[in-house]
T-cell receptor, first 117, second 118 residues
C-alpha cells in the first residue's frame, strides 16, 4: 500500500521569504504522479503543482517549485516570495499511474502554513 | 474551466435522520467521482469511488450501508448518510474525473459540504 508522510504539521514564514514543505512517500509502483494541493480557509482544494514520476525535471509553476527525488521517495515544495494569500493547509498527494485502473488520491496529513506580515 | 458543485454547502440534521449530499460536474461529464471525508484539522480520507451505472467501491473500514452512494448520471453522484449520528459530523468533499480528459490524472474537487449532526 502507498503512504504519504508530511512531517511538518505547522510552519510559518515571513512575507517575501522562501519556505520549503517536506513530503515523503512509500510505493512499489514505478509509474505514478505526485501533487501538492492547497486548502485555504474556504476549504476548496486547489492544485498547486504536479509531477510525473517518469520526468526527471522538477516541475515549476511561477513561485512554486518541487524537488523530486525519486530514489529517496521525496517530494518537497518550495514557495518563493511568500505572500499572505499563501496561508493555507498544504497537502502532498500520490496517485498511481496509467494502467492502474484507479486514479484516487492518497493524501498526506498536511502542513499548515502561515505567512506572516 | 471545469467546475464541480456540491449541495448543500452546510447541513444540520438531527441524530437518527438521513441526509443526502449532491456532487455535480457542471460543465463536463464524469464517469468516476470520489467521495472524501475530512475531520477538523485532518487530511482527506477517501471513502469510496463512485462509478456511473455501477456500484460504488468502498474503502476498507467504510460502512457501505451507512454511506449510500448513487451515481445515476454522468454529472451527478449522491452520498446519503443514513441514520446519522454526531460522530458522522464532518466535512465531505467530492472530486470528479472527466470522462473525456487530456490526462489520466485530471480531476476536479467540489467545494465541500459541512455536515453537523445534533
Amino acid at each position: 500500500a502507498q503512504t504519504v508522510t508530511q512531517s511538518q504539521p505547522e510552519m510559518s514564514v515571513q512575507e517575501a521569504e522562501t519556505v520549503t514543505l517536506s513530503c515523503t512517500y512509500d510505493t512499489s509502483e514505478n509509474n505514478y504522479y505526485l501533487f501538492w494541493y492547497k486548502q485555504p480557509p474556504s476549504r476548496q482544494m486547489i492544485l498547486v503543482i504536479r509531477q510525473e514520476a517518469y520526468k526527471q525535471q522538477n516541475a515549476t509553476e511561477n513561485r512554486f517549485s518541487v524537488n523530486f527525488q525519486k530514489a529517496a521517495k521525496s517530494f518537497s515544495l518550495k514557495i518563493s516570495d511568500s505572500q499572505l494569500g499563501d496561508t493555507a493547509m498544504y497537502f502532498c498527494a500520490f496517485m498511481k499511474g496509467r494502467g492502474s485502473g484507479t486514479y484516487k488520491y492518497i493524501f498526506g496529513t498536511g502542513t499548515r502554513l502561515k505567512v506572516l506580515a | 474551466g471545469a467546475v464541480v458543485s456540491q449541495h448543500p454547502s452546510w447541513v444540520i440534521c438531527k441524530s437518527g435522520t438521513s441526509v443526502k449530499i449532491e456532487c455535480r460536474s457542471l460543465d463536463f461529464q464524469a464517469t468516476t467521482m470520489f467521495w472524501y471525508r475530512q475531520f477538523p484539522k485532518q487530511s482527506l480520507m477517501l471513502m469510496a469511488t463512485s462509478n456511473e451505472g455501477s456500484k460504488a467501491t468502498y474503502e476498507q473500514g467504510v460502512e457501505k450501508d451507512k454511506f449510500l452512494i448513487n451515481h445515476a448520471s454522468l454529472t451527478l453522484s449522491t452520498l446519503t448518510v443514513t441514520s446519522a449520528h454526531p460522530e458522522d459530523s464532518s466535512f465531505y468533499i467530492c472530486s470528479a474525473r472527466p470522462t473525456l480528459r487530456g490526462t489520466v490524472y485530471e480531476q476536479y474537487f467540489g467545494p465541500g459540504t459541512r455536515l453537523t449532526v445534533t
